[in-house]
């Protein structure tokens, strides 16, 4: 059976179509590194490749919540840490100051002391990351305690998400963070002052006891901070290999081998120019056998 011109016509016209199409797609791989780049290059593996971006973004906020706690966290680590401090040298003055060898002159140069302390404590209570306050609850523009040393703040935690059905409080109230039994730890380096000024030798006495609560208030503020950063840390940890995870299988399902697509690139070129080169002597050919 003779095979026409249009025959041929047409078989060579698909032949250079789908050898087109594949150039356009070896070409499209080649640029974007990437073998899916349309639905139809692989429905499965786009629908596949779009779950992993979903959760890689997650994770990524997840990622950002947890430093921006730890930050914050650490952040009110360190006043603690200096507050703790600050309990300590009053605690040495107070015995200081409550011996009976101590002159009313004596007692009110450690006053002086107590008063530097106090005052900075307060300071410290006014602490801000990112221009808010950090121990006034949710009320992050209003300074914790007043000059008459009362609580502004509210006792609200503010929790961030960690991960999907986990969230951590990134803050501690000063409320918590500066007063034990009723009393903040301002007042008690304030009563203290009074009464080395006054020379009450029993009330010196007796704040040693308050200081002492109150430097063990610190300690449990501290500890439950460390075991919050202990938390994240652990939880950012497995969050890394959970990306590192999911970045691997988004890689494997829609990265392109650029070797093999620049290899399949060349052998569809060669193909190409084979084929224009055999239509046509095939069309010549052809065209004579129709002149004939």
């Given at each position: 059976m003779r095979i026409t011109s249009f025959a041929i016509f047409n078989q060579m016209t698909r032949a250079l179509q789908d050898g087109m199409k594949k150039m356009s797609l070896y070409s499209e791989r080649l640029s974007s590194?990437?073998?899916?780049?349309?639905?139809?290059?692989d429905v499965y593996g786009m629908m596949n490749a779009m779950g992993y971006k979903v959760?890689?973004?997650?994770?990524?906020?997840?990622?950002?919540?947890?430093?921006?706690?730890?930050s914050q966290l650490g952040l009110t680590e360190t006043v603690m840490s200096s507050v703790g401090d600050i309990l300590s040298r009053a605690r040495e003055l107070a015995v200081q100051g409550s011996t009976g060898t101590q002159t009313p002159a004596n007692r009110?140069?450690?006053?002086?002391e107590i008063a530097s302390l106090r005052d900075e404590a307060l300071r410290l209570s006014q602490t801000q990351f990112r221009d808010r306050y950090i121990f006034s609850g949710y009320k992050t523009d209003t300074t914790p305690f007043d000059a008459s040393f009362n609580y502004q703040g509210d006792a609200n935690e503010i929790n961030v998400l960690i991960d999907r059905d986990s969230t951590i409080a990134l803050n501690v109230t000063g409320d918590e963070a500066f007063s034990s039994?009723?009393?903040?730890?301002?007042?008690?380096?304030?009563?203290?002052?009074?009464?080395?000024?006054?020379d009450q030798t029993s009330i010196i006495q007796a704040s040693i006891t308050l200081i002492d609560n109150a430097?063990?208030?610190v300690a449990n503020v501290r500890a439950d901070i460390g075991a919050r950063m202990n938390s994240i840390e652990k939880l950012k940890s497995t969050h890394e290999d959970r990306d590192t995870a999911l970045?691997?299988?988004l890689?494997?399902?829609?990265?392109?081998?650029?070797?093999?697509?620049?290899?399949?690139?060349t052998k569809t070129q060669v193909s190409l120019e084979s084929l224009r080169a055999s239509g046509a002597k095939v069309m010549s050919q052809s065209l004579m056998d129709f002149l004939d």
């Open positions: 590194g990437k073998k899916i780049n349309k639905p139809s290059d959760t890689l973004n997650e994770i990524d906020q997840y990622k950002k919540n947890i430093d921006n706690a730890d009110a140069s450690i006053a002086q039994g009723g009393e903040t730890y301002f007042e008690t380096l304030d009563n203290l002052y009074n009464a080395l000024i006054n430097t063990g208030q970045k691997t299988l890689a494997s399902t829609e990265d392109d081998d650029i070797a093999v697509t620049i290899s399949e690139l």
